[in-house]
């Protein structure tokens, strides 16, 4: 009898320490939860404000350039409209990053359509002056249709082209952005297209090849890896950017090796019906 009493007071012992065990794995579960949220929201802040950055500096030089000369209609027009441009890409930014919101905890995907050739120009565009000396050929983009928020992948295109023109030198900066629709390129044979944004610059070094799509990532000086308290040319945010946009849209982002010099980035995305 005491053998009975003794080993069922064991287990009910048992039971209240895996009781006690269960409710302190989900509090801890909460708390990871909750910084994982503060975390994430760090990191949007972040990213709205490297966007928010890059488009009020071209807006800012342009006005400047105008104030110096108050007479000249030429100036001012330009800047109304650099003005224009960039208030348009930052309504597309606001969209793209209110996406990203939405996708930390969605679990309705909406099935957008983006057509690549607009959506090229309209990262072309959006540019404005910082690519208008640099040569970029567009081939294969018409007709191809991909299943991805159209400001989104104007959004990524434009921090590609962008990055390949200030990697290249500017003026001598050669972009080739380069399109494919690969019917069966999915493992389930569903059709995806396959973009690549390719420039003539010296290449990404190795040394910061596995964390380039990390937050506050940047080539330095020497191609060494730089944070956001060392900035020099943006926070470092874009890639990251693009690989959160792309990959909400059901597809991938890479750097692949080339037979030509610079850098390519290959992105791949489903095809819209």
Do not use: Y
Request: charged share 25%; proline share 3%.
């Amino acid at each position: 009898m005491t053998e009975r009493t003794t080993t069922g007071f064991d287990q009910q012992r048992l039971v209240a320490r895996l009781e006690h065990l269960q409710t302190e794995l989900a509090r801890m579960g909460e708390e990871v939860d909750r910084m994982r949220e503060m975390a994430a929201l760090g990191e949007l802040s972040a990213m709205i404000a490297h966007e928010v950055r890059n488009l009020m500096t071209p807006i800012v030089a342009s006005a400047q350039r105008a104030l110096r000369e108050p007479g000249n209609a030429d100036k001012a027009r330009a800047a109304l409209n650099r003005a224009m441009t960039g208030g348009t890409e930052a309504v597309g930014v606001a969209d793209a990053i209110l996406d990203l919101a939405v996708a930390a905890g969605a679990g309705v995907v909406t099935i957008e359509r983006a057509r690549l050739c607009d959506a090229v120009s309209q990262a072309i565009a959006g540019l404005g002056d910082h690519v208008c000396n640099a040569h970029i050929r567009r081939v294969g983009e018409q007709n191809v249709v991909v299943s991805m928020n159209p400001n989104a992948l104007a959004r990524v295109l434009a921090n590609l082209i962008s990055n390949a023109v200030k990697a290249a030198g500017g003026e001598r900066a050669t972009i080739t952005l380069r399109a494919e629709l690969r019917p069966d390129g999915s493992t389930w044979n569903t059709p995806q297209v396959v973009i690549e944004v390719s420039d003539n610059g010296p290449g990404v070094p190795r040394a910061i090849r596995s964390t380039l799509f990390g937050a506050f990532v940047r080539e330095g000086e020497e191609g060494a890896v730089a944070s956001l308290g060392k900035r020099a040319d943006g926070a470092g945010l874009g890639l990251t950017i693009c690989r959160r946009l792309v990959e909400r849209a059901g597809g991938s982002i890479e750097l692949v090796d080339s037979d030509e010099p610079g850098a390519c980035f290959r992105l791949t995305l489903p095809a819209a019906e």
